[in-house]
């Protein structure tokens, strides 16, 4: 099991070892952690390293949070003014019009299916019923089963 400790945690116990390095730690020579010779300086880098990673994340989170309000608060602004902005266009131009199509307030209609396009749709229609043997519910009705006669 993974468990997070938070950053006020961390930093105490990194300023406590280097506290302790500091008071128990020779001056000179060297301390073997896992099978490796360190200074009594490399010990304090390692929890100095810890310390001002967390302060640098904690500035970062600081500047996406003003980031993050500042975007919320520009597009509340481009909201307000859009409307306004989509009111001159439909007043100026009309709001069907091209250049309100330009501007993303109106939308073109899909063109309707021409005369033609809709019977060469109703020829294949037809054609595929036929082709598949599917019937209404009225023809369905009309098919009876015959019975096979007994021996």
């Known amino acids: 099991m993974v468990t997070t400790i938070n950053n006020s945690t961390t930093v105490t116990k990194c300023a406590q070892r280097i506290a302790a390095a500091e008071q128990y730690v020779p001056k000179t020579g060297t301390v073997v952690v896992h099978a490796q010779p360190y200074t009594q300086q490399q010990i304090e880098s390692v929890y100095q390293t810890c310390i001002d990673a967390r302060h640098t994340l904690v500035n970062l989170r600081g500047q996406v949070t003003a980031a993050v309000a500042a975007k919320n608060q520009a597009d509340a602004a481009m909201k307000s003014f859009d409307v306004g902005l989509r009111d001159w266009v439909a007043t ?47 023809e369905r009705l009309k098919i009876t089963a015959s019975t096979p006669a007994k021996s």
């Open 92 to 138: 100026t131009f009309g709001p069907e019009s091209q250049p309100a199509t330009d501007f993303g307030y109106a939308e073109k209609e899909p063109a309707q299916p021409t005369v033609a396009v809709k019977a060469a749709a109703q020829t294949k229609a037809v054609a595929t019923r036929k082709a598949r043997g599917t019937v209404g519910p009225k």
